[in-house]
């Protein structure tokens, strides 16, 4: 079993920054990847962004690219969101997931919820205009 809990949301002005956090703890030795999806009202559970546990590989949904970043702490069983130059379309509750599933194609699958199986409670994260 595996849990993980989310920090760092909050209330942002468009254009600022915030850095999610997400702990693992249980049997986090064994996640391969790790992600992060958002939920607005009203609208489906997106991806985000992705990383592999050893950090090689990392992935982002076109609508965040160049103003996201995803990382690692192996040490700490801990992955972060950086956002930067947010805008008020990133409000939305904000997700960590992680999976055990081994890597089957390229990062593109890993776009799909479905291949998470462990998931945080979320963080809510409002962009200001």
């Known amino acids: 079993q595996v849990q993980l809990g989310e920090s760092g949301g909050g209330l942002v002005q468009a254009g600022g920054s915030l850095r999610l956090s997400c702990a693992a703890s249980?049997?986090?030795?064994?996640?391969?990847?790790m992600g992060w999806f958002r939920q607005a009202p009203g609208k489906e559970r997106e991806f985000v962004a992705g990383i592999n546990w050893r950090g090689e590989n990392t992935f982002y949904a076109d609508s965040v690219t160049g103003r996201f970043t995803i990382s690692r702490d192996n040490a700490k069983n801990t992955v972060y969101l950086q956002m930067n130059s947010l805008k008020p379309e990133d409000t939305a509750v904000y997700y960590c997931?992680?999976?055990?599933?081994?890597w089957g194609g390229g990062s593109r699958e890993w776009f799909n919820s479905g291949r998470y199986n462990y998931w945080g409670q979320g963080t809510q994260v409002t962009v200001s205009s």
């Open positions: 249980g049997r986090a030795f064994s996640l391969i990847t």
């Open positions: 997931a992680a999976s055990n599933l081994l």
